[in-house]
T-cell receptor, first 108, second 115 residues
C-alpha cells in the first residue's frame, strides 16, 4: 500500500517563498510527482523526481530524498494565481497514489 | 489538441440508477485511469488500464465497472448508484510505459450527485 502525508493548509504573502513537504510510505516506489489544482479545475502536472535531488522548473522546484522518504515542492516569487491545492503523488505511473492535498493561500 | 475529454460534465442520479461516464484521449497513450475526488481529499484510484483490453482494480473499485473499448476510450459504469458515490470523477491518461515521467493528463472532471 501507499500513504502520503502533507500539510492541509499553508498561507504566505505575495512575493514570498513557500515549501510544501510530503512524506511517504509506499511499496514499489518509483518517484514523486507534484500536481496543482485550482478550485473546480482538473489537476495539472508540475514536476517529477525520479532520482534524489532538486528539479527546477521556473519558479517551482521539487526535491526528493529516497533515504528519508521525503520530498518537497518549493514555490518562489509567489503570485496570487498560485493560490490552489497542491498534491504530492507517489508510486509508478501505473498506480499513482495521491496525498490529501495542501491548500495554499497567497495573500496580497 | 483536445487531450482528455470526459462526458458528461454534470449528472444527477437517483439511488439505484445506472450510468456510464465516457472518457477519450487523443494523445496515443497506452495507460488510462479513473479517479474520484471527494471534498477536501486527494484523488483515489478506482480502476486503471495499462493497455487496450486490460483493466485492473485500484484503491476503491467497489460499485464500479470499466471498459477499455479501444486505445482511445475508457468508460466507467455505475450499475446501481449510491449516495456514497457522489463525487467528482476524473479520467486521466499517461504515456507509461513508453515514457516514465510521473505525469498524468487529466480530463476536466465529471460532477456526479446521487440523491
Amino acid at each position: 500500500g501507499q500513504s502520503l502525508e502533507q500539510p492541509s493548509e499553508v498561507t504566505a504573502v505575495e512575493g514570498a517563498i513557500v515549501q510544501i513537504n510530503c512524506t511517504y510510505q509506499t511499496s514499489g516506489f518509483y518517484g514523486l510527482s507534484w500536481y496543482q489544482q485550482h478550485d473546480g479545475g482538473a489537476p495539472t502536472f508540475l514536476s517529477y523526481n525520479g532520482l534524489d535531488g532538486l528539479e527546477e522548473t521556473g519558479r517551482f522546484s521539487s526535491f526528493l530524498s529516497r533515504s528519508d522518504s521525503y520530498g518537497y515542492l518549493l514555490l518562489q516569487e509567489l503570485q496570487m494565481k498560485d493560490s490552489a491545492s497542491y498534491f504530492c503523488a507517489a508510486g509508478s505511473a501505473r498506480q499513482l497514489t495521491f496525498g490529501s492535498g495542501t491548500q495554499l493561500t497567497v495573500l496580497p | 489538441n483536445a487531450g482528455v475529454t470526459q462526458t458528461p460534465k454534470f449528472q444527477v442520479l437517483k439511488t439505484g440508477q445506472s450510468m456510464t461516464l465516457q472518457c477519450a484521449q487523443d494523445m496515443n497513450h497506452n495507460s488510462m485511469y479513473w479517479y474520484r475526488q471527494d471534498p477536501g481529499m486527494g484523488l483515489r484510484l478506482i480502476y486503471y488500464s495499462a493497455s487496450e483490453g486490460t483493466t485492473d482494480k485500484g484503491e476503491v473499485p467497489n460499485g464500479y465497472n470499466v471498459s477499455r473499448l479501444n486505445k482511445r476510450e475508457f468508460s466507467l459504469r455505475l450499475e446501481s448508484a449510491a449516495p456514497s458515490q457522489t463525487s467528482v470523477y476524473f479520467c486521466a491518461s499517461s504515456d507509461f510505459p513508453r515514457r516514465h515521467t510521473g505525469e498524468l493528463f487529466f480530463g476536466e472532471g465529471s460532477r456526479l450527485t446521487v440523491l
